[in-house]
């Protein structure tokens, strides 16, 4: 139990914390995440080398079984704990996805999950899961699993003049390299996903791997007392800084994560040799540093559900920063309970050095903690099934008749696009879904962001019908306006990328028209800073220009299909909780269609050669959108048509694209 490691699991997990509650200065407080990495890498490499170096070998039960002793008992508590919160606090809208989130962590696969749905635009419209914090513990429990079994193949390599320590230092040094290197190209092309998957991730906790392989050279040969304060006052500074420097728009992982990660590592190296009656070593044995350092494990898995608890009661996407330090410091009484009841006894029996285990023993505490998560899980879809059926509620109150449930809208989505479509040509960021009639000699691209997947299902239908074929070509949060947009706090730089491959594409095979659909996204991002709302319009309005100039050189017909109303509450989520009088979740037209329209209407004045195709009076009759039309939910979150509501209006799509073709067509 070294001090200045319990001290950095402190700061670790305070700037998570800090970071999570949305408290001022701490912008880039999510590095925390990447320090546990470097401290795991080199506490599970050190632990494997030593057995190595005095065992020759490498017991594999044994260490699966303490990992598995260490780690399920809490996460299983606190799993219970989040089934509970969700059942208490959370929309029942979102309990199906909060259950698989559940059986996801259950199997260390959640961070895989969240970079999946980092592509889902209802998902993005979504307050965060109460599990998602999941996803570092699954990233880690990834590493846990593969870094042992190839250091028992080391056993194997030849020693005579490089020992175990040698050959460590080269597998991590390759692995660290090639993580390395995949993590920078994948943040700068997809930075979403690259943020969860664990191959972004690895070459962190080898950089811990790295330390744990030298330290027995360096720590026969330890540097002086002010090289060791030097280096430990570098490390806290180079965390220090990127936690107040770093924020949401910081490419990261990628190389910006060196700084606190190497920062980190040489925190371990010059730790134990700093002077002991020095301001570094009173700073690293701090009582409270050493206090939150000990249950830092079961403070990370409690804060989180309890600050998405209260997002909630508060009817907030995120809670404000006073109620977030709030919450935090509440969070220590059930982080403190689990460490003394559950953490700290089942540590204690910890199996010992020279006893034996078997791999039952290991999937016998796998399949309890599997088994604690797969009916937590249960209890929370079998929940929303009882009350979403109308179980618990009396016949003039059951919502059961809408279609589609308002528990499954999210997803009621046109599911090829986020199946994954064609992609344009090797290594392209776009991809193209085809519909319709595919053999037809007329094409029709509908193109846009999550605006315009929306719309496939009507289109698609029409297509069919009227002989057309269908290319989507779509990205979530990539309006096809000549712009950056900020998604979850975060430029997406590959937006301009993916915007310049589908022009291409049009370019070299024009099609007959260009539908577009989007919403205007604020904030934007030019010139190395976000935008306020006002610029954020004008730049929007100078984009899409641009993009529908660009487009009209195709020769192709340019139809824009007029954005549809946002609104203020989650339409499905209202519904539920208002199934005797849904009409009390919509709002008039006048202001749920202001909302959107503003940017694209001054745009249409500057470009009038593009036709539109409106049918929010189909939407909103009687200058009214209401959530639930004729037996069907029509919107799946704030904005986003069901794909139910969509494709019943396939025909009136179909007949005004047709009308607008018609129209184009030359007149001799």
């Known amino acids: 139990m070294r001090p200045d490691i319990q001290t950095l699991r402190a700061i670790a997990v305070l700037l998570v914390l800090l970071w999570h509650a949305g408290v001022p200065g701490v912008s880039g407080g999510y590095v925390g995440v990447d320090v546990f990495f470097v401290l795991s890498g080199f506490l599970m490499t050190q632990i494997l080398l030593n057995e190595l170096i005095e065992r020759n070998r490498v017991d594999l039960p044994r260490f699966y079984l303490r990992r598995a002793r260490r780690l399920f008992p809490a996460a299983a508590v606190a799993v219970l704990g989040t089934t509970i919160i969700t059942l208490a606090f959370l929309p029942i809208t979102r309990w199906r996805d909060i259950a698989v989130d559940i059986l996801a962590s ?8 969240l970079a999946e749905r980092s592509v889902d635009y209802l998902a993005a419209e979504s307050t965060p899961s109460p599990v998602q914090h999941f996803w570092s513990l699954a990233v880690e429990e990834q590493f846990y699993l593969v870094w042992p079994l190839l250091l028992a193949v080391v056993v194997f390599l030849p020693r005579r003049r490089w020992g175990f320590s040698v050959w460590v230092l080269i597998v991590m040094s390759a692995v660290l390299l090639i993580s390395l290197a995949y993590s920078a190209w994948f943040t700068q092309t997809d930075p979403g996903p690259a943020y969860f998957v664990t191959t972004t991730r690895v070459w962190e906790l080898a950089i811990g791997g790295l330390v744990a392989a030298v330290w027995r050279t360096w720590s026969r040969h330890p540097p002086g007392r002010q090289v060791a304060t030097c280096l430990t006052s570098l ?8 936690a107040v420097t770093y924020d949401s728009s910081t490419a990261f992982p990628g190389v910006a994560a060196l700084l ?22 009173r700073l690293l044995a701090l009582a409270p540093a050493q206090w939150i350092g000990a249950m830092s494990y079961s403070l990370y898995l409690w804060h989180w559900p309890l600050l998405v608890a209260a997002a909630a009661l508060l009817d907030q996407q995120a809670v404000k920063w006073p109620v977030g330090l709030i919450v935090v410091g509440l969070s220590l009484l059930p982080a403190w309970l689990s460490l003394r009841f559950v953490e700290a006894p089942f540590r204690r029996r910890l199996p010992g050095h020279q006893q034996r285990r078997d791999l039952r023993k290991v999937g016998s505490w796998v399949a309890g903690y599997a088994g604690v998560s797969a009916l937590a899980a249960l209890a929370i879809v079998v ?65 846009g962001d999550s605006h315009a997947v929306m719309w496939m299902t009507a289109l698609d239908a029409a297509g069919a019908e009227n002989g057309w074929r269908i290319e989507l070509l779509a990205r979530s949060s990539c309006p096809i306006a000549d712009v950056i947009p900020m998604a979850d706090g975060e430029p997406k730089q590959e937006c301009s990328a993916w915007r310049d491959e589908v022009l291409d594409h049009l370019q070299d095979a024009p099609p007959t028209a260009i539908i577009t659909a989007q919403v205007p996204i604020y904030p934007l991002w030019e010139a190395g800073r976000e935008l306020s709302k006002e610029a954020s319009e004008d730049a929007f309005t100078v984009g899409l220009e641009q993009s529908w100039t660009d487009m009209r050189s195709t020769g192709a017909t340019i139809v824009s299909v007029a954005p549809t109303p946002r609104f203020v509450t989650d339409q499905p989520e209202c519904v539920v909780e208002n199934p005797r009088n849904p009409d009390e979740c919509g709002e008039p037209a006048s202001t749920a269609e202001q909302r959107t329209q503003g940017p694209v209407a001054v745009t249409l004045k500057i470009a009038p050669w593009v036709k539109v195709v409106d049918l929010n009076p189909l939407l909103c009759p009687d200058g009214f959108c209401p959530a639930v039309q004729n037996g069907v939910l029509v919107w799946g979150d704030t904005n986003h048509l069901t794909a139910t509501r969509a494709e019943e209006l396939a025909g009136p799509l179909g007949a005004a694209v047709r009308k607008t073709l018609s129209e184009s067509k030359p007149k001799f």
């Open 106 to 113: 259950a199997f260390y696969v959640v961070n895989w999950r």
């Open 260 to 281: 606190p990660t190497v920062g980190t590592a040489t925190v371990l190296l010059g730790g134990p040799y700093v002077a002991a009656s020095g301001a570094t070593a």
């Open 383 to 447: 929940a929303p099934t009882v009350l979403g059926s109308g179980g618990l509620l009396s016949p003039g109150e059951s919502v059961q008749a809408i279609s589609p449930a308002p528990e499954e809208a999210r997803d009621d989505v046109y599911q090829r696009f986020y199946d994954g479509c064609d992609a344009l040509s090797d290594n392209s960021l776009a991809t193209v879904c085809v519909g319709g009639d595919p053999e037809a000699s007329e094409t029709i691209a509908l193109v």
């Open 235 to 242: 490390g806290l500074a180079a965390i220090a800084i990127s």
